[in-house]
């Protein structure tokens, strides 16, 4: 079966957890941290720690608990809490 | 032993903004809190400071309070997190059109500059909100706080303000003694000329200390909040009927509140959720801003709010108690508490108040029901 | 769809570990009607995690094989693939399955919480780099998914999973550079005798230092992360020397250039359930921080719920399975259906059984306890909260500022408010905390709220009509 990730088509085997199938393919840092911004990647593989929660399919998922499916678009980039400041409210 | 000339019982944004003003205008001033400040309802509210949820009656108070906290880092010196933003109370159908237009109007005549809005201007207000509006109670006197910043920012305001404050410290019962007041508390008895009863939902058992029975209700409000995310709306949400707060904060989590009720009371505190009504203030939440479906939950919990037998605060003498006070179950009480207890703090220094009081003689000599 | 689908039950087990599947099974046959609730595909929990892919699969049989065909065999209704968000004071479980996007909801009455337990690290500048995984992590991968986390692997930490995953990578083809434990040697020779009570698990011991003396994999005995470096991955591992406490200690630091860092310090009781429901606790240092106040058939301060392996303190898998087993027979014979003199028979059968394994139990709890001194070695500027990037300083700062307990500490600077809601720094925040204010109970734990995992907004409102929303009568005007 085929997924995207950032918009790379890649081949995966059924069964295959997504956080595996990220690392076994040498994408181990997913997402940047909210308030430094640091690189970040899948750290306790239970389902605990959310550092490996991505964007699948447009919502936000844990890596480690999610099965990969055929057709999955998966998008590392700005995936996870990290936040930009907001334009518009004005802070007092 | 040291006579204070005013003893605070509860450290809610009621007792602590009463304290604060107290000691500022030159009395001697101890505030007794049985945990930590503001970790109750004034701690772990909604944080919303809208005029578009408050009631008719205390209109004019919540506008004053709102430019308090607005200008918070002026007068408490601290930072709560204020955001001043639109505000918008949607509706969905012609009923809760109608709803709108009366409510909306009602409380414009109060004094809140609401005026309403077709969906597509709403919709320019606020990009986010999704195409079933139909019409909205725009506001601009609106915004929020981040509430669990509230204890911090007047914990440092008191200790400035030179308030002795006696955090994890319950008071166990009050006893007029003519001259004043002695507290028992579990480092002793403490004394003082006046004292004020702040304790929201608690100010019913500290109003049997003096033997004055007044019923207050404990509300149990759900709140739900999500993980951070990036930007998908930029103004207070609410619904016409009023059961739906909405935003997202600058750092990035939405808070969705709006008074859904879960289980607790007064002495277990806010102890279940029940997954139907949170279930059905996110299916509120997520129709009012489709964006909001891609985030995920990453806590819900409840907190207490009290209300009399009318819904309006009790601010004022207890009545046949020279010296003795109460301050609180103010309807929306996070947004106007501020203010309200500044007025209460101009009566204890001897000046007279900008606007009146809500002397808690109605809710004793006549229940509503009767 | 706007409501939950619903199942109704004797008995409801959340985890389907060697506690939870073991209680699942005992109460089956006890005659109770049991559904079995687990966010994994399968049954076996992590320590007895199924292998997903065929090329993990080992060539002999799995320990978790024998509960897994168990379980597929009893009638028990099996809710695997579920995360569960909501646990009422009625016991009620509100859930969602992964597959379908399907609400459900499990009233029993009963409730056996059995979350296990989840891995503790205690943080080093540098420890939030990719490539850096935790042991339990380590394990999952190797076992269950066939990969590892890199091609040069430092091991560090505590515990027996250290030479279990230093082992797995070598048999895995990787190059392990070094094994660095906390222990010192002496440790390891000091719990000679309570390990041969199990010589099975001790053999599998012995094995892996075989494998690792045979890869030539040096052991760094009393040595310890000083930190990991790397721009946007993990480059190198430094280790240095440390005190019987665990605290830095002098001498010379060892630098490993490494794409991968497997560490762990021991696991933290995975309390949520009985957390949230407010049963009573207890803080255990031993067994792993704050766990439930249980008898020894796992019932809890609150009638009908029962707590069970790690997630009520570690103990390991076999005791887990143990206390699994006699947890579901008290629910069946609390049920009134296991006679009390049947019960009574089957809980000495058990204690005997657990009288067994206790000393290599407790033995391996302590060597994975925390150390205090490690905690307060964190260095100010090493984020503790990783969901908030809070550091050690602000955490101190707050206790400057007067924070006495945790959840105050929380408020004043969003330590534990990310979507790990503090699973992950709850306990070593608590530590760093308690250092200054007190006592560990003083200080308290994360108040527990719902949901048990976060969960998407979309997974929880499933399909709806905006007209069937319950909406309440307006607030006053």
Known sequence: MRITVDGVEWRVEPGEILSAALLARGRRALRVSPRRGAPRGAFCMMGICQECAVTVDGRIRRACVTMVRDGMVVTLQGAGPAAAPRPGAARS | MTVHDLAVVGGGVHGATAALFAARGGMDVALFERGALCREASGVNAGTLTMQMTRTALMPYALRAHAMWASARDWLGHDVGVVVCDGLSLAFTPAEEELLAYRAGKRREAGAPITLVSGAQARRIEPGL???????????????????????????????????????TPVGGVTP???????????????????????????????????????????????????????????????????????????????IGGGWQGVGDRERGGVELLPDRVVGNVRLACHAIPALRAARMARAWAGLEAETADALPVAGPVPGIEGAFVCGSVHSGYTSGPYIARLLAERLLGREPDLPLFPIDRLLARPEAA | MSGPIRHAVDLAVLGAGPAGGAAALAASRAGLSVALIDENPDAGGQVWRKPVRPAARAATAEPGDALRADLAASGITLLYGRTVWSVGASLDLDMIDAESGRWERVSAGRLVAAGGAHERVVPFPGWTLPGVVGLAGATILLKSHGIAPGRRVLVAGCGPLLFAVAAGLAGA????????????????????????????????????????????????????????EGATEIARAVIGPVDAHGAPAPGPERTFA??????????????????????????????????????????????????????????????????????????????????????????????????????????????????????????????????????RAEIDAACAAGARDVNQMKQFTRCGMGPCQGRLCGDVAAELLAARVGTREAVGAFTARPPLRPIGFDELMGDFDYADIPIPEPAPL
């Open chain 3, 258 to 391: 490494v794409d991968a860092l497997c560490v762990g310090h021991g696991l933290v009781p995975g309390s949520d359930v009985t957390r949230l429901l407010r049963a009573p606790h207890r803080f255990d240092p031993l067994r792993g921080g704050l766990v439930p106040v249980t008898d020894e058939a796992g019932r809890t301060g609150i009638s009908g719920l029962y707590a069970v392996g790690d997630g009520a303190g570690l103990r390991g898998a076999a005791m887990a399975a143990l206390g699994g087993e006699l947890a579901g027979l008290a629910a069946a014979a609390d049920a009134g259906r296991l006679a009390p003199d049947a019960f009574a028979r089957e809980a000495e059968r058990l204690r005997r059984a657990m009288a067994r394994e206790r000393p290599f139990s407790d033995r391996m709890a302590g060597m994975m306890r925390l150390r205090p001194a490690q905690v307060q070695a964190i260095a100010p500027e090493t984020v503790v909260c990783r969901c908030e990037d809070v550091t």
């Open chain 2, 130 to 168: 999704s195409e079933a509006v139909r019409s909205a109670g725009h506001c601009r006197v609106d915004g929020y706080a981040n509430a669990y910043l509230t204890g911090l920012a007047y914990r440092r305001a008191l200790i400035e303000a030179g308030v002795a404050l006696r955090e994890n």
């Open chain 3, 173 to 228: 083809g990787v190059e392990v550079v070094g094994v660095a434990d906390l222990a010192a040697r002496s440790d390891w020779l000091r719990a000679l005798p309570d390990l041969l009570t199990r010589p099975g698990l001790l053999g599998q011991g012995a094995c892996w230092m075989t494998s690792l003396k045979a890869a030539g994999i040096p052991i760094f005995f009393r040595q310890a992360l000083r930190r990991a």
């Open chain 2, 177 to 255: 003694t003519g001259a004043g007041f002695e507290l028992e508390t579990a480092s002793g008895t403490v004394r003082a000329r006046r004292i004020l009863l702040a304790g929201g939902v608690w100010i019913e058992p500290m109003l049997a200390w003096l033997g004055v029975h007044l019923p207050i209700k404990t509300l149990v409000n759900q709140l739900v909040v999500s993980e951070r995310v990036a930007p998908i709306m930029r103004t207070v949400v609410g619904i016409a009927n009023g059961l739906l707060s909405l935003k997202q904060y600058p750092h990035g989590t939405v808070v």
